[in-house]
């Protein structure tokens, strides 16, 4: 048991670029789950803020317009309230999954000079396939700089994990403030007023 576990500490010593590729592996494969999940969750709050705004405004017209031509306009500002509450959360939930893709030019300059990232299909989308064939085969040339592609490809899919869960986090502060304001101003109109 012991000289298997020497044997597998041997093998990462003699071998680090599996343990690189390895990492790299596993976090880019956490960041997928984790936009997955993101998206899973923006896509769950708009249905709920659509539904519970299909159901106000489908039921609201029959109390604030009565049908022997009474009013309850004060339910109109509790209703407008939460119509505007939900409406912007579902807003704010279709920008959280709105993907973002960065458009930058490719030039031999940038590759030779291993400016660009390769990994990341916004920067090759829109060039031939003879030149990103090309490009490929430049980034092969050097292992450091397969890596330095799938660091940078790491750290921007990073940066729109963060702004995807700082929205996500907005959405449902909104939906529940929304829902506590609504709920009060009903409250307040049907007990107060």
Not at 7 to 27: C, W, Y
Not at 51 to 59: D, G, Q, V
Not at 135 to 163: C, Q
Request: aromatic share 10%.
């Amino acid at each position: 048991m012991k000289e298997n576990k020497k044997q597998k500490t041997l093998e990462v010593k003699e071998s680090p670029e599996r343990a690189i590729q390895s990492l790299f592996t596993v976090v880019i494969r956490n960041h997928i789950h984790l936009s997955k999940i993101a998206d899973k969750k923006a896509n769950l709050i708009m249905v709920i803020c659509s539904l519970l705004l299909s159901i106000i405004l489908t039921n609201s017209y029959r109390y604030i317009v009565q049908d022997d031509g009474n009013s309850n306009s004060v339910l109109r500002i509790p209703t407008a309230i939460f119509i505007v509450f939900m409406l912007a959360t579902i807003i704010l939930s279709i920008i959280t999954t709105i993907p973002s893709v960065t458009k930058n030019g490719l030039n031999k300059e940038e590759i030779v000079d291993k400016k660009i990232n390769l990994a990341f299909f916004g920067n090759f989308y829109h060039m031939p396939i003879e030149n990103y064939e090309w490009a490929v085969k430049e980034t092969f040339k050097d292992n450091s700089t397969i890596y330095t592609n799938l660091t940078k490809d790491l750290y921007f899919l990073g940066i729109v994990l963060n702004k995807k869960f700082k929205l996500l986090n907005i959405t449902y502060n909104l939906f529940i403030i929304g829902l506590i304001v609504s709920s009060i101003s009903f409250i307040i109109v049907l007990e107060f007023l």
